[in-house]
Every structure is written in structure tokens, then in C-alpha cells.
């Protein structure tokens, strides 16, 4: 059967064996091999300043100019697509107003297809409609006080 799992109940103090032993290996991995570092870096640094003559002022240079050779690829390669876009919007603004006209021709053309055939398809209802109209018109035609113009006849209109 499945019973719930009890809960795991840590300690509340530390276990100073081993806390010890983290401290040491904290300060022999991480701490020691930072400080050894950092010391070689400044000693470094306090030589290139102390013995400094033209040569370290030409690697210098060169260092400089290895370090600007990337940043200005990527910006000549920015540039350039940057100029590829402002020539092509250019092109594109330029012959907008021809295809706009072309575009607008052929809706025109559209428009007149479907309005040609929307007659077509209405002409026989709106013929039937109207001989309907004039046949009502002709066997019902209006009496006295009944016109739908007005409600007086033109006899009594005098």
C-alpha cells in the first residue's frame, strides 16, 4: 500500500565536522587561488608601468588595433546593410506609384465585372417586377378616395 511520505526533519544546527571541513576546502579552491591571482595581475601591472619603454608602447598599439579591427568590421557590416536598406526603400518609394496604378486598374476592371454581372442576374427580376407593377396598376386602378397619392380624386380635388 501507498503510505504518505513523512516529511524529512533537518537539523536546526550545523554539523561543525563538516562545516569545518566546507570552510577549509572554500578557502583553499575559491578564496586562495583569487587572491594568488589577483597578486600576479598587480605584480604585472606594477612591472609594465616600472619598465616601460617604446616597446611596450608599440604591443601596445598593436594591441589596440587588434582590439579595433572586430569593432569596426561589424560596423562597416551594419553600415552596409544599412545602406542596402535606405537603396532598396528608395526603390521602393520610387516605383510605389506605378503599381499603386496598376493595382488600382485592375480593381477598376473587377468592379466593372461584377457590376456587369450583378445587372445580368437582376434584369429579369427587376423586368418581372416592373410588368408585375404595371399589371396591378392596370386591373386595379384606383378609385374614388382610394389613390395612394392622396386621398381625394381629381374630381374632388376642384
Do not use: C
Not at 545602406?83 to 493595382?103: C, D
Amino acid at each position: 500500500m501507498n503510505t504518505p511520505m513523512q516529511p524529512v526533519k533537518t537539523p536546526k544546527e550545523r554539523n561543525q565536522e563538516t562545516w569545518k571541513r566546507h570552510r577549509q576546502e572554500v578557502f583553499k579552491q575559491i578564496t586562495l587561488p583569487l587572491i594568488i591571482g589577483g597578486s600576479i595581475l598587480g605584480l604585472i601591472s606594477v612591472l609594465v608601468i616600472l619598465g616601460s619603454n617604446m616597446e611596450i608602447s608599440r604591443w601596445a598599439d598593436i594591441s589596440v588595433i587588434w582590439l579595433i579591427i572586430p569593432a569596426f568590421f561589424f560596423t562597416f557590416l551594419a553600415m552596409l546593410i544599412l545602406a542596402g536598406l535606405v537603396y532598396l526603400t528608395v526603390r521602393i518609394i520610387v516605383s510605389l506609384p506605378f503599381i499603386s496604378y496598376q493595382i488600382l486598374l485592375k480593381f477598376r476592371e473587377v468592379h466593372a465585372a461584377i457590376r456587369m454581372v450583378s445587372d445580368r442576374v437582376t434584369a429579369p427580376v427587376i423586368k418581372a417586377a416592373g410588368i408585375n407593377a404595371s399589371i396591378r396598376a392596370a386591373i386595379f386602378w384606383p378609385t374614388k378616395g382610394k389613390t395612394s397619392a392622396s386621398r381625394q380624386s381629381v374630381s374632388e380635388r376642384k
